[in-house]
T-cell receptor
Framework: SQQGEEDPQALSIQEGENATMNCSYK?????LQWYRQNSGRGLVHLIL?????REKHSGRLRVTLDTSKKSSSLLITASRAADTASYFC?????????????FGTGTSLTVIP | DTEVTQTPKHLVMGMTNKKSLKCEQH?????MYWYKQKAKKPPELMFV???????INESVPSRFSPECPNSSLLNLHLHALQPEDSALYLC???????????FGPGTRLTVL
């Protein structure tokens, strides 16, 4: 079963606007990662944030992590049509069977030129 | 070289066929993964190999049989699949388990 839930499920914005997507998870984690997937292709790693970090930046990406709320957000600033893709969070969490790695349900982002 | 390669790109097979999917990486990564992804769903972890040993099997049916011949190669042997097994099969590798994963482009499998 999956550990992470993302919202919104789908998001449509105009080019140049900012896009924010959220991820909630259930157990304690070592780290949380965000991946992008263009339609029917492999996933591309975007950013990794460790459990002792609260915010991380990479280019136009900003990720926050709130371990007390078990949630993370991904902000893409100044969006471009090429950002159109599905975005998944992934958690490295603890369970009674050991470390488990799960992807969230994903957010489908459409950036309209 | 930060690439994970997968072959074939597409595969169509009947329910009585035996086929194999292949995955290769030359990044020196010690963890390799197989995922199954249905349309508009997140990838579901199937198997993890860590240091060439099967460390995670997420209750996958025995008609899927993984194999890790060496640290660079990962195979997924398929036998007697069902139509509901049709999906995109993704391979990934990482330095260590749960580290940043590098994904291949996937194999689109159709079971007739």
């Amino acid at each position: 079963s999956q550990q992470g839930e993302e919202d919104p499920q789908a998001l449509s914005i105009q080019e140049g606007e900012n896009a924010t997507m959220n991820c909630s998870y259930k157990t304690s984690i070592n780290n949380l990662q965000w991946y992008r997937q263009n339609s029917g292709r492999g996933l591309v790693h975007l950013i990794l944030i460790r459990s002792n970090e609260r915010e991380k930046h990479s280019g136009r990406l900003r990720v926050t992590l709130d371990t007390s709320k078990k949630s993370s957000s991904l902000l893409i600033t100044a969006s471009r049509a090429a950002d159109t893709a599905s975005y998944f969070c992934a958690t490295d969490g603890y369970s009674n069977t050991g470390n488990q790695f799960y992807f969230g349900t994903g957010t489908s982002l459409t950036v309209i030129p | 070289d930060t690439e994970v390669t997968q072959t074939p790109k597409h595969l169509v097979m009947g329910m009585t066929n035996k086929k194999s999917l292949k995955c290769e990486q030359h990044m020196g990564h010690r963890a390799m993964y197989w995922y199954k992804q249905k349309a508009k769903k997140p990838p579901e972890l199937m198997f993890v190999y860590s240091y060439e040993k099967l460390s995670i099997n997420e209750s996958v049916p025995s008609r899927f049989s993984p194999e890790c011949p060496n640290s660079s190669l990962l195979n997924l042997h398929l036998h007697a699949l069902q139509p509901e097994d049709s999906a995109l099969y993704l391979c990934a590798s990482s330095q260590f388990y749960t580290d940043t994963q590098y994904f291949g482009p996937g194999t689109r499998l159709t079971v007739l």
